[in-house]
């Protein structure tokens, strides 16, 4: 028996969803995507005297490493030769096939891999390392008797020939080991570059020979146990004993090591900001009027963040050739990858140097005044027999020539302004693969920046976008997730927020436009997790929690649960219980209009897979009443859940840099003796209380009568802390139907604040009254 049928094969083949009887249990699903595969009867099972033959060097190693990992759980080494007259699976290479496309031709007698060169015979054999069993990874024996691959014929290939994932080991470094893993489960996916963030603000990640005092100063920094925003700056004599880097010979063993696995390692040297790490060990190339002590960034820096390298200074210029010639010499990759990203100007707009350099190069434009320091040291790469790489920050001057641009604000639109010009770009928009984002309900997840981007956000995103001009997509080379590490303190915590997003991205990146299914993704993606896993890879969960919605409506409250896995169930006690797998199924929203302690969890058959959610409303005179605010806040303010303390959790109401008012509509004139605000504090955030906090009440929703004031001093509003903290009006004995809030802003962050001179947010999460 043989069916055809198309399969997107990214993440491999081993999926749960089957058709084709003559396979049985374990044959091949049917779903939409870009590849043909063809199913025919029975299995090819790896056993002893099974013999691989090879026709050079570069196939004997890549297949050496598939057959060691099979033997170690499997107890057998299948035999390898070079030029085998008939061997039981044989590579042969295709000139005329492309440079990563592969094909796969099973039955239950031979297997034979096409390919036109080592990378296609490489993704070949990730596609077979996924359809045998996930146990092939560990070290636990595995039944001979599953060493086996469906009898079929595939036909692949990748959409992009650029497949990235960007890890920052300045702001946590990734000790080599752990980075090795994350290579290894990277290539698993056929992921094929890798963007080492090497040099930022937070630490100098490696070794320079002829500036020894990179990494004697510029690697490590005080030790802070806040979070990264709240960090406070080193001081000076204080001792920096975070941190650590890469020794050449680590890179050459990292370089090697990806490559071995078709992996490009594209090295970072921030330019011209991001660079306290080296501005602390060589501070002479700062802007001669910068005064401050300059050290090792612990966090965001707060106005040291301003301190970059002196535009008018050639010892800088030079000293970045020299770091740019030892970087040739280690990484073979055709790409450096310069940086460019959010760079201050306020030095170099009172700098001598600065000014100096403007006027002998006619410059008129500060911003043009960055275009000639990247041009100047692009043109250095490009003479090295490189090119250059940066973010779409460079388009806001004039595009050093060649430039590829990295698209990563919002949705990486600013990546367009270079294609325009004719320029290459990779797509990483900020919005949708920084990976830093929160991956699912925030209640359940570590503390990080922003809103969510989720694993259906990742492989819901498409990078062509119908408004593009037809010469954009040409230009176009691919996509790439960024791993970000502020909140890191661990390879955990990055494998946690690296995967499973990244095989969303890897998706994203191999199969075709308009080819998206999003539960065939799931099945696909359950059963390659596995792999990972056995890996020692930690994995997260957050795709089984649920997301919550609690909203007024007539009085009560309305609440709405939801979970991005279609393929599980929802069950919810409302007695404040554990729900099992027997308690009530949720299947459309329900409302209640009394203090209830919601709990739900999502289930697949019977067995519990997401951690439990907890809504514990608690009633009172101002719950589920209408509000009316001035900037749409959508009902939380009555909604009778409290926010967490992740201030973006959709239980806070936020206004920016503004005054607030708010009113809440009781409904009818009622006794009022208490009214309470809840307010939060972040301060890594520039998220404060307010300076004041005025309370009227009113009758007629006309005439208001002022009942309270609450004022909070500076120490109060910016001292460095996570808080929440209600704002009490005690005692008023009046009767009322209306309140309204009018709330201060308190202004900018103050001198020496985590976040000096930002503009500050305030968020206010439950209107209570008794």
Known sequence: MKIKLWIAC????????????????????????????????????????????????????MVSTFVDRLGRTAGFLPVIEVGAPEPDVRLMTVPSMPPEAYRLEVSARRMTIKASGDAGFFYALQTLRQLLPPAIEGVEPVARNLCRVPAMTIDDAPRFGYRGLMIDVSRYFMPKKDLLQIIEAASILKINKLHLHLVDDNGWRIEIKKYPRLTQVGAWRVKRDELFPNRRNQERGEEATEGGYYTQDDIREIVRYAAERQIEVIPEIEMPAHTNSSLAAYPQLACPVEDRFIGVLPGIGGKNSEIVYCAGNDSVFSFLEDVIDEIVELFPSKYIHLGGDEASKVNWARCPLCQARMKAEHIDHIEELQSYFMTRMCDYVRSKGKEVMGWDELTNSTLPEGAIIYGWQGLGKAALKAAEQGHRFVMTPAR??????????????????????????????????????????????????????????????????????LLALADVAWTQKGTKDWPGFLARLDRVLPHLEALGVT?????????????????????????????????????????????????????????????????????????????????????????????????????????????????????????????????????????TLGCITNSGMAVHKPAVIRLSLSNDKKNYRPVGEIRYSREEIFENRMAIEDARFNNLGVKARYLKFEVVNPGLCPAGDVREGQKVWMYFDEVMVQ
């Not at 997840?445 to 259906?456: A, I, S």
């Not at 492989?459 to 909140?487: C, H, I, R």
């Not at 299947?587 to 519990?608: H, I, L, M």
């Open 539 to 675: 994995c997260a969960r957050s795709m089984y929690n649920i997301d919550h919605r609690v909203t007024p409506e007539k009085k009560r409250l309305r609440v709405d649960l939801s979970c991005i896995r279609p393929d599980v169930e929802i069950r919810y006690t409302c007695d404040g219980t554990e729900p099992v797998a027997t308690s009530p199924l949720y299947e459309k929203p329900f409302t209640v209009d009394a203090s209830t302690c919601v709990r739900a969890a999502t289930f697949a058959q019977g067995v519990q897979m997401g951690k439990t959610l907890t809504l514990d409303m608690q009633w009172n005179l101002a719950t589920g009443k209408r509000e009316i605010a001035n900037n749409g806040s959508a009902g939380v303010l009555t909604n009778g859940v409290r926010g967490s303390l992740r201030h973006t959790d959709s239980e806070w109401v936020g206004w920016y840099d503004q005054d607030a008012t708010f009113v809440i509509d009781l409904g009818k004139k009622t006794p009022v003796s208490e009214v």
């Open 10 to 61: 990214a993440l491999g083949l081993s999926l749960p969803v089957w058709a084709g009887e003559s396979v049985g249990a374990e044959a091949l699903p049917v779903i939409p995507a870009p590849m043909t595969c063809s199913v025919d009867s029975g299995y090819f099972y790896f056993t002893p005297s099974t013999t691989i033959g090879v026709e050079c060097e570069s196939q004997l190693q």
């Open 432 to 501: 949708v693969l920084y990976l830093i984002r929160y991956q699912g309900p925030q209640w359940f997840e570590p503390f990080t920046y922003f809103g969510n981007n989720t694993l259906k956000d990742v492989y819901q995103y498409e990078p062509v976008q119908q408004d593009w001009k037809p010469a954009y997509e040409s230009l176009l080379m691919g996509v790439q997730a960024s791993m970000w590490t502020e909140f890191c303190n661990s390879p955990a915590d990055v494998e946690y927020l690296l995967f499973p997003r």
